[in-house]
């Protein structure tokens, strides 16, 4: 059988374990029933997520000029500190930058190689933390902005990392840690715009089971670049990898724009 369209970012449901999906134009791919079962990948050609052309990614996604001028590839994206649409100044497209910047933002911690800080929309819990591989994750604090989580985060990323280690992450070499004594030790850390919003005495510890059947000792990615046809047996996702018995993983998002045909 035979699935072809553009990759996207996995679609995910919070369950015990994480169910992924592959979802094309006209079909979709459950994950989970695959594991322990061969596929072969087949890199085809490109198509831009903005504006539907064959044209090579560039990042996200896009291709260069949609990147260069899209507003959902803007900088204040990675880096929410540059948000503005709080003070009515536009970056790109001002209508765009109010619908997702002025909107809740959970400022958390998460554990997914070492505990790491990190920004997210309210509407994207506990998607965003699948999406990072993360076992545990648990809010700050909620705020009503962008920029808010944005400054939260910069004071925060002096004390922990702001990255995955995605080796780590998929090889599932992660420290045993508190994440609810973490949270309660940054009262004095969190800038005083956001002191009001801090509540460390929620119980709202986040847990999060992958679908791996066996965590690889070595890990090696697979650029449909430089490897346009692979085949192999899938034995794991996490975050948005797929792992495979030879350690070979592939992540989805970085061939976002990509289009491929799967053969099971």
Same mark, same amino acid.
């Given at each position: 059988? +035979?699935?072809?369209?553009? =990759? +996207?970012?996995?679609?995910?449901?919070y369950?015990?374990?994480?169910?992924?999906? $592959?979802?094309f134009?006209n079909?979709? $791919?459950?994950?989970?029933?695959? #594991?322990?079962?061969?596929?072969?990948i087949?890199?085809?050609?490109?198509?831009? =997520?903005e504006?539907?052309?064959?044209? @090579?990614?560039?990042r996200? /996604?896009?291709?260069?000029?949609?990147?260069?001028?899209? !507003?959902a590839? /803007?900088?204040?994206i990675?880096?929410?500190?540059l948000? +503005?649409?709080?003070?009515?100044?536009?970056?790109r497209?001002?209508?765009?930058e109010?619908r %997702?910047?002025?909107?809740?933002?959970?400022v958390y911690?998460? $554990?997914?190689?070492e505990v @790491? %800080?990190g920004?997210?929309? @309210?509407?994207? *819990?506990? +998607?965003?933390?699948i999406?990072? /591989?993360a076992?545990?994750?648990?809010p700050?604090?909620?705020?009503p902005?962008?920029?808010l989580?944005?400054i939260?985060e %910069?004071? #925060?990323?002096?004390?922990?990392?702001?990255?995955?280690?995605?080796?780590?992450?998929?090889?599932?070499?992660?420290? !045993?840690?508190?994440?609810?004594?973490?949270r !309660?030790s940054l009262?004095? =850390?969190?800038?005083?715009?956001?002191?009001?919003?801090?509540?460390?005495?929620?119980?709202?510890?986040?847990?999060?089971?992958?679908? %791996?059947?066996?965590y690889p &000792?070595?890990?090696?990615? =697979?650029?449909?670049?430089?490897s346009?046809?692979?085949?192999g047996k $899938?034995?794991g996702?996490?975050?948005?990898?797929?792992?495979?018995?030879?350690g070979?993983?592939?992540?989805?998002?970085?061939?976002e724009?990509?289009? *491929? &045909?799967?053969?099971?």
């Amino acid at each position: 059988m +035979t699935y072809e369209g553009v =990759l +996207t970012k996995m679609q995910t449901e919070y369950a015990n374990p994480i169910q992924y999906y $592959l979802v094309f134009e006209n079909s979709f $791919l459950n994950l989970n029933q695959l #594991l322990d079962k061969s596929l072969e990948i087949n890199f085809v050609g490109y198509q831009c =997520l903005e504006c539907g052309k064959k044209k @090579k990614i560039f990042r996200q /996604g896009f291709c260069y000029d949609c990147f260069m001028s899209s !507003a959902a590839a /803007g900088d204040w994206i990675m880096k929410p500190e540059l948000s +503005t649409a709080h003070l009515g100044i536009e970056d790109r497209d001002l209508e765009y930058e109010k619908r %997702v910047q002025l909107q809740p933002h959970i400022v958390y911690l998460a $554990l997914s190689s070492e505990v @790491k %800080v990190g920004v997210t929309r @309210k509407t994207q *819990v506990p +998607t965003r933390w699948i999406d990072q /591989g993360a076992v545990q994750a648990i809010p700050i604090v909620e705020v009503p902005n962008r920029y808010l989580a944005g400054i939260t985060e %910069v004071a #925060l990323k002096n004390h922990y990392a702001d990255k995955t280690n995605w080796q780590k992450m998929l090889k599932n070499e992660i420290p !045993a840690v508190d994440l609810i004594k973490e949270r !309660a030790s940054l009262k004095y =850390l969190i800038p005083k715009e956001v002191q009001e919003f801090y509540s460390p005495e929620k119980e709202d510890l986040y847990e999060l089971s992958f679908p %791996v059947l066996v965590y690889p &000792k070595k890990v090696s990615s =697979l650029n449909l670049d430089k490897s346009p046809n692979f085949s192999g047996k $899938l034995i794991g996702v996490k975050g948005q990898y797929l792992i495979f018995e030879d350690g070979t993983v592939f992540n989805i998002r970085t061939f976002e724009g990509y289009v *491929v &045909k799967i053969h099971l």
